[in-house]
């Protein structure tokens, strides 16, 4: 597995440069930062870095979102609130969760933090894979981004600590996301065949759920390609006898 941080219209040179220190403290190289508001050369950023400068130096530079993820296989969304029923897109699964099934995902994942100010918003959490959220008092529930990303990371290191103690024989390879996204298409053609649900709304709403469970299981390829004739096989059948079933 290899991990990207990707942070979003950072804000602050001190959590800049702080996110850098904590990166290097465990083991993450890769930092891609999207449409910053903070130079990675501040002197302020590299200050707080310490002995993380490199880190900085080696950023990557994107203007927008979507360049960031073509630059992963996974991408995983970080939100300081945790959805219902009704906002797919904010459904999280925990840091130590996350982080027990990211080292049964052969790719690059990368970690998606938002702003400061008001961390990611819904139109781009849609975009992403999952979202995880790290449980805080409800007093309180908001964290600072750099401490944000130090749990995550800690988190990560724990698993990868355990992981390399235990020999892993074989490798399935993982899903892309063209096949991802190809098993998402047929699963919303079958709802649309079938008109259901009514309501295009929850349609649209079952849709990205499904996808929220693909991003979420870290599905392998051959899981994918299995589920790809049944569907197909299900649309035909549908779609022959619509005339008669309806």
Not at 81 to 103: L, M, N, Q, V
Not at 197 to 214: A, G, I, T
């Amino acid at each position: 597995m290899e991990l990207a941080v990707i942070l979003v219209e950072v804000e602050y040179p001190i959590n800049l440069g702080a996110i850098a220190r904590v990166m290097k403290n465990f083991g993450v190289k890769e930092l891609i930062l999207v449409n910053p508001k903070v130079s990675p050369n501040d002197k302020t950023a590299r200050k707080f870095a310490v002995h993380a400068v490199d880190v900085l130096e080696n950023a990557k530079v994107v203007e927008t979102l979507d360049e960031a993820l073509k630059m992963v296989d996974l991408a995983v969304g970080t939100s300081g609130i945790a959805g219902g029923d009704y906002i797919p897109e904010r459904t999280p699964i925990t840091p130590e969760e996350f982080a027990k099934r990211a080292f049964l995902y052969d790719g690059s994942i990368g970690l998606v933090f938002g702003r400061e100010s008001r961390g990611l918003d819904n139109e781009e959490l849609k975009k992403l894979d999952f979202t995880v959220t790290i449980p805080t008092s409800e007093e309180y529930p908001v964290m600072n981004l750099s401490h944000a990303v130090a749990v995550i990371l800690y988190e990560i290191y724990k698993q990868r600590t355990k992981a390399e103690a235990v020999e892993v024989k074989e490798k399935l390879r993982k899903s892309t996301k063209e096949e991802r996204a190809r098993l998402v298409g047929l699963w919303e053609k079958l709802l649309n065949t079938l008109e259901y649900p009514k309501d295009l709304e929850r349609r649209r709403l079952s849709v990205l759920m499904f996808q929220r469970f693909l991003g979420r299981g870290f599905i392998y390829a051959k899981e994918i390609h299995s589920m790809y004739g049944p569907l197909r096989k299900a649309i035909e059948r549908l779609e022959g006898c619509k005339d008669d079933c309806y």
